[in-house]
């Protein structure tokens, strides 16, 4: 009787085994699904806002043809770099986005370009994939943890998670201060989709959030052929180990697990201003990492600099 408990037990083990390891294949294969070449419509409408007299801001829409790349490829991490193609000719190293197994370790917005380093509990990690998007300096953007979907014929990944302004509006308004992204990512037949329900939110230390407006997304994502990307794949070839290098820069700050808060600019300059003249000297890690730490400071000064 023992021993066919046992057996039994054993075999249970094994299966759940089993099954884990087939949904961790389809987690990645989606991941790696979202690389290619493609043709990207960017979409977005305001649909809400609490307060009547909030004017709606006119409905944002463009388009781009984008190349993602999986520069790491590894059992528990996939890195796809993402470059823009402009008028066929010129590109653009664009955002990045890292996909961690298990991953514990997050930095997570909270306002005035300051991230709150945050250690999950092992149980809430479990089967779940962590999405870190950075900027094209590499800088932080958002990370949020959550498990990959597959369920009839569907595969997808959502979350919600607080970041900065998005660069179409940063520069543009100063009404809100953070965004709550709703964000879902969904592989489909001509290639992947991400969906977003965004909040634009006030925030205020000390007291509770204000919800200015809400905001519908739809970034398409149609495959092309991998040749009208060559000009972004030849660009990635010359750049990539200067970017190498960059990325083992921000490890080490990103490793010392604390909270984060960078100046918006240094001698009149935003931070990806300063790595263009970097890439273009070659640039080796200790300069780049010293570059990276003047940006670095505290809420208060970031604060205090950020009102002169």
Avoid at 96 to 107: G, T
Avoid at 249 to 261: F, P
Avoid at 297 to 306: P, S, V, Y
Wanted: glycine fraction near 4%.
């Amino acid at each position: 009787m023992k021993k066919s408990i046992i057996f039994l037990m054993l075999m249970a083990i094994g299966t759940s085994m089993g099954y884990s390891q087939k949904k961790k294949d389809l987690d990645r294969q989606a991941i790696l699904d979202m690389c290619g070449c493609y043709e990207v419509t960017f979409k977005y409408t305001e649909t809400f806002a609490p307060e009547i007299d909030y004017e709606k801001k006119l409905d944002y829409t463009s388009k781009a043809l984008e190349l993602a790349l999986p520069i790491i490829d590894e059992d528990n991490k996939i890195s796809l770099q993402h470059l823009l193609v402009i008028n066929d000719s010129t590109v653009i190293k664009h955002w990045r986005q890292d996909w961690l197994f298990e991953n514990q370790k997050v930095y997570h917005y909270n306002k005035d370009n300051s991230w709150t380093f945050t250690q999950l509990p092992t149980s809430e990690v479990k089967g779940q994939w962590t999405q870190k998007v950075y900027q094209v300096d590499d800088s932080p953007r958002y990370s949020g943890s959550s498990t990959w979907v597959h369920f009839d014929g569907k595969h997808y990944w959502e979350n919600r998670s607080d970041s900065p302004l998005p660069r179409r509006e940063y520069s543009k308004r100063s009404d809100y201060n953070v965004m709550s992204r709703g964000n879902r990512q969904e592989i489909t037949s001509t290639g992947w989709v991400h969906e977003q329900d965004n909040d634009k939110i006030i925030r205020k230390d000390g007291e509770t959030d204000v919800l200015l407006a809400q905001e519908k997304g739809y970034n398409i994502y149609k495959k092309v052929a991998d040749s009208d990307c060559k000009v972004a794949a030849d660009w990635w070839a010359t750049h990539k180990d200067f970017w190498s290098v960059a990325r083992d820069a921000w490890d080490e700050v990103y490793n010392r697990e604390g909270d984060l808060t960078l100046l918006k600019q240094v001698d009149g300059q935003p931070l990806f201003m300063h790595f263009y003249q970097l890439e273009e000297q070659g640039a080796n890690k200790a300069q780049v990492l010293e570059t990276i730490n003047k940006f670095i400071t505290d809420k208060k000064q970031a604060t205090n600099a950020e009102g002169k």
